[in-house]
């Protein structure tokens, strides 16, 4: 189903980063240091995957165990699924989430065989959920049923390990959290792993939607700097946000938060930006007769070039020059021609370069206002580059991804537009949902997705099972549907909706039993009404 043939090579993936500092490293440190110690008289490796299933670290002992190891790409940064390597203890102990061992000919790939394996999911000890696996793999004539016993016993240490480390940390974070509760009035949150604390100023103010925001703070903190701004509330309450790491705790976060006199109110017309203060900026009065605003689709480009522009403007779009060349230039340079005009000028990176040329001539020569909007100058070519360099005065529009925090605000305005009057809520699933999408649409795509989230309603609660299947997160972190799951999925998932939750109705459309359709809905993490 996944496309494996037993004679094919382990398919390549993107190796990415580990970190080496995480929870599950530093506990699991010490342990593989003992485990190879025991091992250093024998040809065994030993493989740290994370929750993930992707490898975090290696033992090697045996220099040609190394290579062997190599070449079936069993080393740190890549993502040991079954889906790309078929049968194996590491992948199919993260699969089943329990322990197994796989030797010789019980590998799919033929390139696994020559291997001895036996894998084992850390589960921690406090939330239950696998935070790795742990692997001992050597040569298959050297396999051995001790290798089980000594496996578990290195799994139970590191779950130990793990258990210590979070009752540090969250007696680190607690700490902290009670002495600046103590000293101020005003809200304070801290957020662990696991763990949410708030004072009752906090508790009062902030909503459950609102952790996703202030998780996206902190996920781009650093232990080296703090972080001040601003934030709209779910209740739409502006609101001054600083936060700080918490040294000791595992990547916790300290907030505190006050109320300040609420500003103009975010619109999406304004085009958002990297900074607080996007919607002020973009109305600003432009320091030049030329203006640039640049991004990347569905950032808003338009919106804000016509907002710049004021009300008596022409406006063209490059597209519309597609086919009719002569025509859309006449009028361009027609509306360019009278020096107390405003002009707007759409997308130049579709003109073709001939005619960017000829633009560029006239942009110069004309003494009325122009506003342009293009991609990241970055991505021009030259003759469009020289085009967009007459602007002395630019804008840049960032990614709906580069600002997750203020997704809870966006989210609450383009739902004014789609559904005015409306009484919808969201969950805080949908947010968390959101907030892990990469928007290659921006804010264009984040329309189409409430659009078809709150379609049809007028109130209630819109949940994960509303949104779009591009949009919902996968079953497992890490592991991707093949297309027989995803379609498999997909009909649960429309047969739910028909019958409007009723799982008996959903299971006779589906002509199969309610025990199985239970067992889909678990393995799927379909979640509905």
Not at 458 to 470: A, I, K, M, N, R
Request: charged share 20%; with cysteine.
């Amino acid at each position: 189903m996944s496309g494996l043939d037993p004679g094919m090579d382990v398919r390549e993936r993107t190796i990415a980063d580990v970190d080496t500092r995480s929870s599950l490293t530093l506990a699991a440190g010490p342990v593989l240091d003992k485990m190879v110690d025991d091992l250093a008289d024998t040809r065994f490796s030993i493989l740290l995957a994370d929750r993930t299933s992707r490898i975090v670290d290696r033992r090697v002992g045996d220099r040609t165990v190394g290579q062997a190891l190599d070449r079936v790409l069993a080393v740190p940064g890549f993502q040991y699924l079954e889906e790309v390597s078929g049968t194996n203890s590491l992948a199919t102990a993260f699969e089943l989430r329990k322990p197994i061992a796989v030797t010789g000919d019980e590998h799919f790939l033929e390139a696994l065989k020559l291997f001895a394996c036996y894998g084992a999911p850390i589960i921690h000890p406090i939330t239950h959920r696998i935070e790795g696996v742990i692997d001992v793999s050597g040569p298959v004539s050297d396999a051995t049923t001790l290798l089980g016993p000594f496996l578990m016993r290195a799994t139970r240490d590191i779950e130990q390990r793990l258990l210590e480390g979070s009752r540090i940390a969250e007696k680190q974070l607690l700490a902290e959290f009670q002495s600046h509760s103590n000293k101020v009035r005003h809200a304070v949150v801290a957020l662990g792993e696991n763990l949410v604390l708030a004072n009752t100023a906090a508790a009062d103010l902030v909503r459950g939607v609102d952790h996703v925001a202030l998780r996206a703070i902190a996920s781009e903190l650093t232990t080296r700097s703090d972080y001040e701004g601003s934030l709209v509330l779910a209740s739409g309450l502006p609101v001054a946000v600083r936060a700080s790491s918490v040294a000791g705790s595992n990547g916790g976060v300290l907030f505190e938060i006050t109320e300040k006199s609420a500003p103009q109110p975010e619109r999406l017309t304004a085009g958002f930006r990297a900074t607080p203060t996007t919607a002020s900026a973009a109305a600003a009065p432009p320091l030049s007769r030329v203006v640039l605003v640049t991004g990347e689709p569905g950032t808003g480009k338009t919106t804000t070039a016509l907002k710049i522009a004021g009300e008596a403007r022409a406006s063209f779009d490059s597209f519309d020059s597609i086919g009719t060349k002569t025509q859309w230039f006449a009028d361009v340079r027609s509306a360019l021609s009278h020096p107390e005009a405003s002009v707007v000028i759409d997308n130049i990176d579709a003109l073709e370069i001939k005619l960017v040329r000829q633009l560029s001539a006239v942009v110069s020569e004309s003494a009325c206002s122009v506003v342009l909007t293009s991609i990241p100058i970055a991505e021009l070519s030259n003759p469009h580059r020289a085009l967009a360099s007459q602007a002395l005065t630019r804008r840049e529009l960032q990614p709906l991804r580069s600002y997750p925090h203020k997704l809870v605000s966006i989210v609450k305005s383009v739902v004014s537009e789609v559904a005015p009057g409306s009484a919808i809520e969201f969950a805080p699933s949908v947010f968390r949902s959101l907030a892990q999408h990469d928007w290659p649409g921006n804010l264009r795509e984040l329309r189409a997705v409430i659009d078809f989230a709150v379609r049809g309603r007028d109130s209630g609660v819109v949940t994960e099972l509303d949104l779009p299947q591009v949009i919902r997160p996968q079953p497992r972190a890490g592991r991707a549907l093949t297309l027989m799951e995803a379609a498999e999925r997909d009909a649960i998932v429309a047969a739910l909706r028909a019958s409007r939750g009723n799982k008996t109705i959903a299971a006779d459309a589906l002509g199969i039993g309610r025990t199985t359709l239970y067992s889909r809905i678990q393995r799927y993490k379909i979640v509905g009404p």
